[in-house]
């Protein structure tokens, strides 16, 4: 499951790092101005060009109540995307189980590995991807425990295996299937699940990258070989906003900046178009919480990329990077992750 491919840090006279898979997360963003049509029309767009770049896989993400993400219906989007591609894994990262019968989420993912048979991978998390008003509209109660995750989890990887003798309730399709699952989180919490049933683990660290390191030394520390792997695999999440100038790809990462603002002033809206010089117009106090949130980035020419890319993977020993780009014109998006994968994806 590993890579291990060296990437030339700027020539011959500079150190060697590994290579590391690059994957791509998508939100489907909603435009100002734009509309889901849109928005999931960029998104197959955008698939099929990082199919064609060579991204390891391309994600995308349970949110509801969201007025500037078209991905609610994430099992249905995951289709949308696989069908339009041919090569590239294609999964959630992720599903938010508290939402949702274990049994339903085997059924959907069942279906679409039956398929696009050894393409689906299965993030699962346990946020609710919303606010507690809209939980509720989605579960009709919020009597459930969010302790009860790590017992859905178990349930779900039971109704991907095979059948067992007298087993009343079988996912059809999804049983025998096998599918791969992956534990999403931020937090301390999904790196002890993941190590304990042997997952691979992505830690969300594009938003909420607090507790990263630690999280990463624990899941590692405490890893338990399974069925599924053998040895622990880190997927990390990572903001690159990426330009042919660093003026521009700073020009271009304020949209998302704008984006977080919003959302922590509790006015979250469809991703606004970048504003010149918006870090100049921000208190101390936003731009302490930009640095926070989004302290895992880098923004600039290709040169810059590359080093950025390079600098974190080395940081963290991450197995892999997931990386977002919420740009808000699409061809400039599509010309984000272009650089990307020039400065960060081994070539044949």
Request: proline letters at 6%; hydrophobic letters at 45%; aromatic letters at 8%.
């Amino acid at each position: 499951m590993r890579a291990d491919f060296l990437l030339a840090q700027g020539g011959a006279a500079r150190s060697m790092r590994r290579m590391i898979p690059l994957s791509v997360l998508d939100l489907s963003p909603i435009t100002e101005g734009g509309n889901a049509s849109n928005a999931l029309a960029n998104t197959l767009d955008l698939a099929r060009h990082a199919e064609d770049w060579g991204f390891n896989r391309y994600w995308l993400a349970e949110h509801h109540n969201m007025t500037g993400i078209a991905s609610a219906a994430t099992s249905v989007v995951i289709g949308h995307v696989a069908g339009g591609t041919s090569t590239i894994r294609v999964g959630a990262g992720g599903i938010m189980l508290p939402n949702h019968a274990p049994l339903v989420i085997a059924e959907q993912f069942g279906t679409l590995e039956a398929l696009y048979p050894g393409r689906i991978d299965l993030g699962i998390g346990r946020a609710p991807g919303t606010d507690q008003r809209t939980s509720q509209a989605l579960r009709r109660t919020l009597q459930s425990d969010p302790n009860d995750f790590p017992r859905d989890v178990l349930e779900l990887q039971h109704y991907f295996r095979a059948v067992e003798t007298g087993q009343f309730v079988q996912a059809v399709p999804g049983a025998g299937l096998n599918l791969p699952l992956w534990i999403l989180g931020s937090s301390l919490f999904g790196a002890q699940l993941a190590a304990m049933l042997g997952l691979p683990y992505a830690f969300a660290s594009h938003f909420a990258p607090a507790a990263l390191m630690q999280a990463i030394e624990i899941y590692r520390a405490e890893f338990k070989p399974s069925e599924q792997l053998a040895a622990p695999y880190v997927m990390a999440g990572f903001n690159v906003f990426a330009a042919d100038s660093d003026e521009e790809a700073d020009y271009l990462r304020s949209s998302s900046q704008q984006s977080f603002l919003n959302l922590r002033r509790g006015d979250p809206g469809p991703l606004p178009p970048p504003v010149k010089d918006f870090a100049e117009t921000l208190s101390a106090a936003e731009l302490q919480v930009l640095d926070s949130i989004l302290s895992c980035s880098t923004a600039g020419r290709p040169e810059t990329v590359r080093a950025g890319i390079a600098e974190f993977a080395e940081r963290t020993g991450a197995d892999e990077l997931i990386v977002t780009s919420h740009v808000y014109d699409h061809d400039k998006r599509l010309r984000s992750f272009e650089i990307i994968a020039e400065v960060g994806i081994a070539k044949d």
